[in-house]
């Protein structure tokens, strides 16, 4: 276990999820035509985040090292999900929830353990529709779903 970098990255996730929260405070609360207002998947997916990386910082200082060496970060995994999470919100609006969040966690899977490609593309399938589904269709929100030059 890498503790050092699993310290550092929860510390930036627990600054980008505040982040979250705190950005989306600044969006309307209410959406022509939803329930929900767009403040809301933001606001939770932040706060998500944030608490998740208080649990790994908890973690990292509760792991008693058993050697004192210097550790080697992991930089390009690390550059890889970084890269592909700035895309991702980048792309996000131009190619629909569905789709960038599929690319986004098939490229997340396999940096973190290559291999069983068909369990990774049956997870992110299923979970970028079904939170699509679910936040669309049962919380009447509403995100891009498919890009209009998909003809969807």
Known sequence: MNTAFDRYSGIAFFAIGLAFVIG???????????????????MVLGAILALLSVRLIYETFRK???????ENLDYK?????????????????????V?????????GFQT?????VWVSLLI????????YYLYV???DGS??????????
């Open 24 to 42: 989306s405070r600044s969006i309307s609360t209410s959406a022509y035509g939803s329930n929900v207002g767009a403040n809301i998947f933001p």
């Open 99 to 107: 789709i960038t969040t599929f690319l986004f966690l098939m490229i």
């Open 77 to 97: 995994r690390f550059g890889i999900i970084f890269i592909s999470a700035v895309l991702y919100a980048y792309f996000l609006e131009d190619v629909g929830f």
């Open 112 to 116: 973190m353990q290559r291999g069983r």
């Open 137 to 139: 269709n049962l919380l």
């Open 64 to 70: 008693q090292q058993a050697e004192k060496r210097k």
């Open 124 to 131: 992110a399938a299923g979970f970028s529709y079904g939170v």
């Open 143 to 152: 995100l891009p779903g498919f890009p209009a030059w998909l003809g969807f």
